[in-house]
């Protein structure tokens, strides 16, 4: 730890920080654009600069520097001593975000950033009010350079985050500087568009309304939408997320710091991947089937329903045989609650892996790295909770089974009852099961989407999607991370883990903490979850 | 005054100075003989000793320069900066298109002291003469084994290699140009880690000027002590100086820093004094970005010191471009504002904007919609930006902001008066088709 003084207050810091950094951790708003954590440090916005003590040249003597220094570029050591609350400083601050809009449009009534733009937060905070130009304004284009996002280039304050990004990060190189001087434009390269898996980062990374997503643009104000902390369940990999909603819709995902999991960045195929959620085809009630009768139970009903029919079955069947599908896109909690709920009716019961998605292979990036270089990964494994789901069934012993292999007893007849779940995404029947799913005398389907399972259900319940859930991802290192409800599910339908917490006789309003709690009594792994790091509130 | 013996320039004017074999005959590549038969320290020592400030504009001892490179490196490089893209400066064009085996045997002698391994040479775009000339001299100097293996059969080996650059101004800036040399955009790096540490490829590397390796064999040769002795003692040596502009004789003269920018103008064997009927309004005594001086502040001495009484930046590149009379100040102010907000990199906010509001303010003055405002957010603009008070990471915007400043604050009268003299409808007019 380093000891700093920072505008005449001391602030204990960690070594090899930034001044910028150490300032931002206890609370100071320092006004910063080119500075983020993540990336090399450019230090040419200049709107971090303060004062520095240091000694005189020649009497030695401590005195503050005639020079205004940058806090993103100054490490912290023992003893310094610098100063924001200075005259000089603010005075710098207000010159330098008159430069910014000298240029700038002023459009903000329509531009998408508008609410979380740092430029007009600065310019409020520490601008000016009026500009003194009386001149015209440097007009530059908006530029449409990749299939997903827009370059509003009047808008850009050329702090270069997002050239910097497609070198360091996804070592992709798309963007570069163009031009000289006040005419300097972010740009892509001809023929060579905007378009690597990390893309959607630059728009993140921009700290006002140059880089803008195309999916979100003009959807929704920023101020109306509600941030709730999740897990991405894309891969294996499960990275720290906020899922941005209003009306509960879901408008956009964004990265949350996580230096355990994902730094500050996320993939395209997680950001963009929460389609489904807003699907008309989700089943969205539960459905009872008798013969050809079909009816649709009320909820405070259903956990005595799945309970007399699993018992029934087991009493009146003599070897009788259960076997239960856990997803790897289920929340720990969830499968714990159904592997109890099963194991007490049927103590012998077969607990199946349901099957894990795999594409393609690992992408490291930047490309071709190794070691500490790699600056982050998508794994090839498309579900969340893999790991989670094995913890569970090794935690719960007994029988278990691949997926393949259970579709071959099951097509063998050699189950007389059992329960799916499904929650993938995508179609995830690969192989057809019509004739496995048929020789069930008693046969629950828990998924999202219609498919052969479905349809030959006696009992169809509807599953959640993860943001309309709680409960936790373990991701492919184990750690367990949990995930917050941010939406309603679909009209009719109930979260996953409420119903399955009251059909395995819990009463009350399921959380997955209080789940957690029961299930580290047997399984310590669930003592721990690992949240992503609070980050202080003037960093961006 | 005594005449100045030329030094730099000795071989200017004789036929064919650009051959080895007459470079040799003139006592030529002695220097590096003798040098390669000393140590690396003791050139230093000779160089620190000599007082060789750098001819590039900032004025730093090269000797002291050198002293930074850390002591267990293993390979070194050295940077010969021959962009001089300073407007009205030639000096280093002069030397190298007259004699450009001098900065070859100077580039080696001071590769040598700092055990460079290699030695790029960067050029200017525009510089396509000197390109042919400079490197018809280095495959000259590569077959009578001057450059590559064993120099001159000692142990010491050196390449040399022209880099040309691709027409920025701010690559002169020494790590604007190392950026160049790696191919990158040429804008300056942030420092530290300063190139002597960590510079060309992210190795120790020393960048000195053309001029300044041009006297270091007039150093070895003839020692720190002769060097130092000559020009004042905080502006030592010999030092080339150019004049253009309506004057008799423009041209690159060689002097002593003792001389005065009035000497320069005026003295027959230099500026020759205004053409006839020309009358002096003012001049850019060091390059543009380092300040106006008024007609009345002619006695300034052309050395690292004085100038900075006139309000000056400081020597820069010691090329003063001379403008008459009927040269409107408007047209001086918005040319100077033209060049830098065009060559400022964009890295920097400050330099980035405020060269650019500064052009369009200089723009409209001159197109007569000034207002007596301007002025004053011209002044307020030229405070807001440069290194100097820690600003920027290079200091271009220190040279934009000097000229600009030193127009408005000399000439006010004069640009007050312009703007009181235009029509006002005219000017509103003119303010509205700018908008």
Request: glycine share 8%; charged share 25%; proline share 6%.
């Amino acid at each position: 730890m380093a000891k700093i003084i920072i505008d005449n207050q001391e602030v204990e810091c960690q070594e090899g920080i930034t001044v910028l950094q150490a300032a931002s951790k206890a609370g100071w708003d320092v006004p910063h654009y080119c500075f983020h954590p993540g990336l090399s440090i450019a230090a040419s916005c200049r709107l971090c600069l303060m004062e520095q003590k240091m000694p005189h040249p020649q009497t030695r003597e401590m005195g503050w520097s005639p020079k205004l220094m940058p806090a993103c570029q100054t490490p912290v050591r023992d003893g310094l001593e610098v100063r924001f609350a200075s005259d000089k400083v603010k005075q710098n601050r207000a010159n330098c975000l008159e430069f910014y809009l000298l240029d700038h449009p002023l459009d903000c009534p329509v531009c998408d950033q508008a609410g979380e733009c740092h430029l007009q937060d600065y310019s409020q905070r520490f601008g000016n009010a009026e500009s003194r130009m009386v001149d015209q304004k440097h007009v530059t284009p908006k530029k449409d350079i990749g299939p997903k996002t827009l370059l509003y280039t009047d808008r850009c304050v050329l702090c270069t985050r997002c050239v910097r990004f497609t070198q360091e990060i996804s070592g992709t190189n798309e963007l570069c500087l163009t031009n000289r001087g006040s005419k300097n434009e972010i740009d892509v390269f001809p023929g060579r568009p905007l378009d690597n898996p990390l893309q959607g980062n630059v728009v993140d990374l921009c700290p006002v309304g140059c880089l803008l997503d195309k999916s979100f643009l003009f959807k929704r104000r920023v101020w109306e939408l509600k941030g709730t902390p999740s897990t991405c369940p894309g891969c294996a990999m499960g990275c720290s997320i906020r899922v941005d909603q209003a009306d509960e819709h879901v408008y956009r995902l964004k990265p949350r710091y996580n230096p355990k999991v994902n730094d500050w960045w996320m993939c395209d195929e997680g950001r963009f991947g929460f389609e489904y959620v807003h699907d008309d085809k989700r089943i969205a009630a539960p459905v009872v089937r008798r013969g050809k009768d079909k009816t649709t139970p009320e909820w405070q009903d259903l956990p005595g329903i799945l309970k007399t029919r699993f018992e029934t079955h087991v009493r009146e069947h003599e070897g009788a045989s259960v076997a239960v599908v856990l997803s790897p896109f289920m929340a720990c909690e969830e499968a714990w609650l159904l592997i109890r709920f099963i194991r007490d009716i049927a103590p012998s019961a077969v607990l199946v892996m349901g099957p894990v998605p795999v594409e393609g292979e690992d992408q490291q990036f930047p490309a071709g790295a190794t070691g500490d270089a790699v600056k982050f990964t998508i794994l090839k494994e498309k579900c969340p909770n893999k790991r989670g789901i094995e913890m569970l069934l090794e935690a719960a012993g007994g029988e278990t089974l691949a997926f393949d292999a259970f579709v071959e007893k099951a097509t063998a007849g050699e189950f007389s009852a059992g329960w799916v779940v499904g929650g993938y995404p995508k179609a995830w029947v690969e192989k057809p099961v019509g004739k496995a799913a048929a020789k069930f005398e008693l046969l629950v389907a828990q998924d999202m989407f219609e498919n052969e399972f479905t349809a030959a259900a006696d009992i169809v319940l509807p599953a959640c999607a993860w943001v309309e859930r709680d409960g936790s991802f373990a991701n492919h290192a184990g750690l367990i991370q949990p995930f917050a409800r941010s939406i309603e599910p679909p009209a009719g339908a109930m979260r996953d883990g409420q119903y399955l917490f009251e059909t395995a006789g819990f009463e009350g309003i399921y959380s997955g903490e209080r789940v957690r709690e029961l299930m580290a009594a047997t399984i310590p792994a669930f003592n721990e979850v690992c949240e992503a790091p609070p980050v202080p509130a003037h960093t961006h | 005054m005594a005449k100045f013996e030329p030094i730099l320039l000795k071989n200017r004017g004789v036929v064919n100075s650009t051959a080895l074999k007459v470079y040799e005959s003139r006592g030529g590549y002695q220097a590096l003989r003798k040098a390669l038969k000393m140590t690396p320290e003791t050139i230093t020592e000779e160089v620190k000793k000599a007082n060789l400030r750098g001819r590039g504009g900032a004025g730093f001892p090269a000797g002291v320069k050198w002293g930074f490179l850390p002591k267990d490196r293993t390979r070194t490089l050295l940077c010969v900066n021959g962009d001089e893209s300073e407007p009205p400066t030639f000096c280093n064009r002069v030397l190298m298109e007259n004699d450009p085996h001098q900065l070859i045997e100077g580039t080696i002698i001071s590769a040598f002291a700092t055990q460079a391994q290699v030695a790029y040479i960067y050029l200017r775009v525009e510089f396509h003469e000197v390109f042919h000339i400079v490197q018809k001299a280095i495959d000259e100097a590569y077959a009578a084994g001057i450059l590559g293996k064993n120099i001159l059969g000692s142990d010491y080996s050196l390449d040399c290699y022209i880099h040309r650059g691709a027409g920025a101004y701010v690559c002169g800036e020494e790590t604007g140009l190392i950026e160049s040399i790696e191919g990158k955009r040429g804008q300056p790096r942030i420092k530290p880690p300063f190139p002597a540490i960590e510079g060309l490829f992210r190795l120790p590397t020393v960048v000195n000027n053309v001029e300044t390796l041009s006297c270091v064999p007039h150093i070895i040769e003839r020692g720190g002590d002769w060097f130092s002795s000559i020009g004042p003692e905080h502006s030592t040596g010999p030092k080339l100086f150019s004049i253009s502009g309506p004057v008799k004789n423009p041209g690159c003269y060689e002097a002593a820093m003792d001389i005065t920018m009035r000497d320069l103008l005026e003295r027959e064997d230099m500026g020759g004094g205004m053409l006839p009927g020309k009358k002096l309004k003012g001049v850019l005594p060091g390059g543009i970005s380092m300040g106006v001086l008024t007609a009345d502040e002619l006695d300034m001495k052309m050395d690292f010191a004085d100038p900075a009484k006139y309000g000056l930046l400081g020597l820069g590149t010691a090329a003063a471009v001379v403008f008459d009379e009927s040269t409107d100040i408007r047209a001086v102010l918005r040319n100077v504002a033209r060049f830098y907000a065009s060559e400022s990199c964009g890295q920097c906010t400050q330099c980035r904007e405020g060269t650019a509001w500064m052009n369009k303010m200089a723009t409209r003055i001159e197109s007569g919609a000034g207002r007596n405002e301007d002025l004053d957010i011209l002044l307020e603009t030229a405070r807001n930006m440069g290194m100097m008070p820690g600003l920027s990471i290079c200091g271009l915007p220190d040279g934009a902001t000097f000229p600009i400043e030193t127009i408005v604050k000399k000439y006010r009268g004069e640009l007050e008066a312009a703007i009181a003299a235009q029509s006002a409808e005219a000017a509103e007019q003119i303010l509205q088709t700018m908008n």
